[in-house]
Structure formats: C-alpha cells, structure tokens
C-alpha cells in the first residue's frame, strides 16, 4: 500500500521566511552580548572605575607632589588603564576574527547544503517520473532546507514537472539538479568580505545568519549602517587617540621634579592601531620624576599643572570629532549606550521571532507531526480491543473445552 506524505507547503514556507530574520537575530544577539561583557559596565573592571582610579591617583598626588608613593600610584593607575583598553581592543579583533571565520563556514555550508538538495531533487525526479513514492528523500529535502533558510534569506519553488527550485534573492542557488555555488572573496590590501555568485555579482543577503554576520563583521555605523564590531573599535580608537593627545598637551606643559619638560604621558605605539598599542611614555617608565606636577622648574611641591590635568576629566571639550561630544565619562556613556540600545534591540527581535517560529512550527506539527496524544489515545484504544479479543477467545476455549472433554462424558 500507499504510504501518505502529509505536508502543509503555506507553513513551510512561512517557516522557511521566518527562519532568516531569526538567524539573524539570533547571531546579532549572541554577538552584541559578548561585547558588552568586554565593556563590563558596570562593574569593578570599567571604564569608568579604571578612569575614577586614574584621576583619583591624580588628586592624592595633587596633596603632596614630591612624595614617590603617590608619583608610583599614579603611574600604576596610568600603565592600568592603557591595559584595559589594549585588551578591550585585542578581544574586540578576536571577535572580529571569530565572525570572519564563521562567514567563512557558513559559505562552505551553503554551498553543501545547496549539492545535497540538488543531488536529492535528481533521485526524487527518477522516482516520481516513473510513478514511484519519495517521501523519504522528499523529507530529507525539507530538513535541508529548513537548515539553509536560518543561513539565508532564500525562497522555494517547484514547478509542476516537479522540477526544485531553491533562490537568495531572486538568484537561483539550485536550479533543479544545477548548482550555482557563491564564493567568499577578500579585498587586495583590505580586510573587507564580499560574497559572490560565479559571475562576480555580489549576492544580496536580506536576512539570515550571514547577514548577521556580515552587519556585524562589516558595520561601522556610518550612513545609516550597521553599528557592528568595526563601529565600536573606531570609537574605542578614537577615545585612546584623543585622550592621549589631550592629556600629553597639558602633561607637556609642565615640570617634573628634575625640570624636565615637554614630556608625553602617553603614547600610541602605531597610528593606525591606537587603541591596541597605547602605552605610558618611555620616560614616564624609566623616571617617575618626569611626570609633571608644576608649572615652573625648582617648585617640588607645586601642583598646579597636576590641578590641570585633573580638570581634564569635567572638560566638556575633551571629545570634539568635529562636533562636542563631552569629557571621557560622557564619552564611554554614549558608547555603553549605544551599546545598550543594540543588543536590546537585538534581544527584543530575537525573542519575537523566537516565538514567531515555534509558532509556525507548532502548527506544522500539527500538521505532518507526531501527535503524542493521539499515539497515546490509540495505544489505549488498541489495548482494550486486544484485551476484548482475549476475553472471547478465552470464552471460545472454555465453551469447546466444556463441550468436546465434558459432554461426551453424559450417560456412561
């Protein structure tokens, strides 16, 4: 006999629509968390408390500028906070790095999946041209493609000859039993990624975990885009760059114990990587003498450029990138709020598109599914029959026992 293969074709493709935007909800989520947990706001390794620390050290010195404990402080706060953002900057390029390859593997994943189904859609073809059933593969099918549909944005259509079409954005990716593979490609001289079809045309991702991926990998927040990893290393470069520039204008202004003078605090061991390699000056490492406490040489206990340097931290001109945006904690504030608005946003897609989908799924278990009350409803229904059926041919057997060994015993 016929085996039957239930399928409601408008709910799987409602689940194959869904899936993409919760793919890529789900990556952007995970991602923005890791993130935040690098900021660690708030906690006793922020910004801000590294910052509280520094400025701190700053004022203790201030009461007594010749004392060495207090130069020693100040310089451990100074090397503490440069080491924070080095490692916020090496983690946020780890992740970096992390999302490439996972863009990397979800191209090799694409392109298997996509000579999986057309493999299948030409023994599927074979079967059903000669009447044959093909559920099995049919359902192996399904499965490969609820896979592909959380990666990309991809639309499903098979045509009356039973022919299996599978596209990202109205460009075919399988093709009946045609594969059209895309490429993952690297800029000369960039760490930019572009994904393409064979032709060189760049496959256009509306969703999915590579979209996600992608945002994340590629978005600087300029022009309305995304604001990924690259967004949130700019800032932190940016915040390392200005506030060594400006602390090393007033630091060099001033007078250390041994007259020295024009000495940087700070400084950015490459220009184009300010975040990762900002340091303490060599010569505030070798001579704590050199940190610059006065305004004129011969004064030990004059603190006048360290009152300078400690009204740098209420400086609402401290952060200008062309427009005002306000001393360092006003700075890190926007950054951690921006970061807060992100991955609630990506919390709060994620969830409903969470519920959205095991919504659809639901329904399409309904559907071509296993319904466990209905097993059970059966297996009871069954058993009562079987117990039915013992109990009549446990009478049959007592009734033939009676009259074959019994009867025949009358009159002898």
């Excluded at 990309?152 to 299996?164: L, M, P, R, T, Y």
């Excluded at 945002?215 to 932190?236: A, T, V």
């Excluded at 630091?251 to 900002?278: C, M, R």
């Excluded at 700075?331 to 969470?354: C, H, P, T, W």
């Amino acid at each position: 006999y016929d085996i039957s293969r239930v399928r409601n074709s408008y709910l799987d493709f409602k689940y194959w629509n869904e899936n993409a935007p919760m793919g890529e909800w789900e990556v952007k989520k995970n991602h923005l968390s890791e993130i935040e947990k690098l900021f660690g706001e708030p906690s006793n390794s922020s910004f801000r408390q590294y910052l509280d620390d520094f400025f701190q050290a700053l004022t203790h010195m201030s009461t007594n500028p010749s004392d060495p404990s207090y130069r020693e402080t100040v310089r451990e706060n100074g090397l503490a906070i440069t080491k924070h953002i080095n490692e916020t900057a090496v983690r946020l390029e780890e992740l970096r790095r992390e999302t490439k390859v996972a863009i990397e593997n979800n191209v090799v994943k694409i392109n298997s999946i996509a000579d999986q189904i057309a493999s299948l859609n030409r023994q599927i073809y074979s079967h059903e041209i000669d009447g044959r059933q093909a559920n099995d593969l049919r359902d192996r099918r399904d499965l490969l493609v609820d896979e592909l549909s959380k990666i990309a944005n991809v639309k499903v259509h098979e045509s009356d000859d039973g022919k299996f079409r599978v596209s990202i954005s109205g460009v075919s990716l399988v093709d009946h039993i045609h594969v059209s593979e895309i490429k993952y490609k690297t800029e000369p001289n960039s760490d930019e990624i572009t994904i393409e079809w064979g032709n060189g045309a760049s496959v256009d991702f509306k969703s999915g975990e590579l979209k996600g991926l992608l945002d994340l990998y590629s978005g600087n927040g300029e022009n309305n885009s995304y604001r990924g990893i690259p967004y949130y290393q700019n800032k932190l470069d940016q915040f390392a760059q200005e506030f060594a520039e400006k602390f090393n204008e007033v630091h060099q202004g001033g007078y250390g114990l041994n007259g020295s003078s024009n000495i940087d605090f700070f400084k950015i061991g490459d220009e184009n990587n300010p975040a990762a390699t900002i340091t303490l000056s060599d010569k505030i490492l070798e001579n704590l003498d050199n940190i610059a406490a006065g305004k004129e040489p011969g004064h030990s206990e004059d603190n006048r450029n360290l009152l300078e340097l400690i009204a740098l931290r209420d400086d609402r001109e401290f952060f200008t990138g062309g427009v005002s945006q306000g001393t360092p904690d006003d700075f890190i504030k926007s950054i951690i709020s921006n970061l807060a608005v992100d991955s609630m946003q990506g919390e709060r897609m994620y969830s409903s598109q969470n519920i959205m989908l095991k919504n659809i799924q639901s329904k399409r278990d309904s559907v071509s599914g296993v319904s466990y009350d209905e097993e059970m409803a059966d297996m009871v229904r069954f058993q009562h029959a079987y117990i039915a059926s013992a109990r009549m041919i446990t009478t049959l057997d007592t009734i033939m026992d009676v009259t074959i060994n019994r009867l025949g015993l009358v009159g002898r």
